[in-house]
C-alpha cells in the first residue's frame, strides 16, 4: 500500500515562494516510477482543485491555468519523491496542498480527483497580502 506524505508547507508573504515535497513509501523505487503523480489543494468552502500532475508519458506535465508559469511540479524517482516549487505566491493560492497518485496506466484526465487512488493527507499553505 503506497502512503504518500506532503511537507513544506507554511506561512508566506505573497510574491514569495515555497517548495513542497511528497515522500511515498510502501513502494519501490521501480513503483513509483509506475505511478503518475500531482498535486491538488482545496481553499476553505471551496471543491478541490487540480494544480498540477505528470502525464502517462512522465515528459507530459499538465498545470490549471492559475498556476501556469508560477508552479513547477517534477520528481525524483530514486527518491520517490515528488515536489511542487511554487513561486510568485498570492493570498488566493492558500489551500491545503494534496499529493495524489495513481497507476499509470490509467489513460483517464489528470485533472480528475476521482481517478487518483492514493492521496496524502494534506499540507497547509497560507499567503498573506
Known amino acids: 500500500q503506497v502512503q504518500l506524505v506532503e511537507s513544506g508547507g507554511g506561512l508566506v508573504q505573497a510574491r514569495g515562494s515555497l517548495r513542497l515535497s511528497c515522500a511515498a513509501s510502501?513502494?519501490?523505487?521501480?513503483?513509483?516510477?509506475?505511478?503518475?503523480v500531482g498535486w491538488f489543494r482545496q481553499a476553505p468552502g471551496k471543491e478541490r482543485e487540480f494544480v498540477a500532475a505528470?502525464?502517462?508519458?512522465?515528459?507530459?506535465?499538465y498545470y490549471s491555468d492559475s498556476v501556469k508559469g508560477r508552479f513547477t511540479i517534477n520528481r525524483e524517482n530514486a527518491k520517490n519523491t515528488v515536489y511542487l516549487q511554487m513561486n510568485s505566491l498570492k493570498p488566493e493560492d492558500t489551500a491545503i496542498y494534496y499529493c495524489v497518485a495513481r497507476s499509470r496506466i490509467i489513460a483517464l484526465a489528470p485533472t480528475d480527483p476521482g481517478t487518483y487512488r492514493y492521496w496524502g493527507q494534506g499540507t497547509q499553505v497560507t499567503v498573506s497580502s
Open positions: 510502501g513502494a519501490s523505487i521501480s513503483t513509483f516510477s509506475l505511478l503518475t
Open positions: 505528470f502525464g502517462r508519458d512522465s515528459g507530459q506535465l
